[in-house]
Nanobody
Framework: QVQLVESGGGLVQAGGSLRLSCAAS????????MGWYRQAPGNQRELVAT???????NYADSVKGRFAISRDNAKNTVYLQMNSLKPEDTAVYYC?????????????WGQGTQVTVSS
């Protein structure tokens, strides 16, 4: 019923920037929460940034001041602007959404997009 499609990952040198996008489609009544997580090889998936339907944001300490999350409600899309990238930012980035579908709250993951930062 609902699909999250991510884009924008790639290879960038340290200090560079990337912008990730995650678009939700399907039978959506509302989106209460969207966010980004990341997972490096051998590590657990960790929270990067979140944004509510009221545009309240939260960031992991490791990315605060460098990353910015935003959303476009008309497009059902969340973005992650990543600046001043570091090699330790290298990971697969996953979009997360809490979406009301047919009157029921559902939780979804995007397919993941690879971000690689070279030194």
């Amino acid at each position: 019923q609902v699909q999250l499609v991510e884009s924008g990952g790639g290879l960038v040198q340290a200090g560079g920037s990337l912008r990730l996008s995650c678009a939700a489609s399907g039978s959506i009544s509302s989106i209460n929460f969207m966010g980004w997580y990341r997972q490096a090889p051998g590590n657990q998936r960790e929270l990067v940034a979140t944004i509510t339907n009221g545009d309240s944001t939260n960031y992991a300490d490791s990315v605060k001041g460098r990353f910015a999350i935003s959303r476009d409600n008309a497009k059902n899309t969340v973005y992650l602007q990543m600046n001043s990238l570091k090699p330790e930012d290298t990971a697969v980035y996953y979009c997360r959404a809490h979406i009301v579908v047919l009157g029921t709250m559902r939780f979804y993951w995007g397919q993941g997009t690879q971000v690689t930062v070279s030194s």
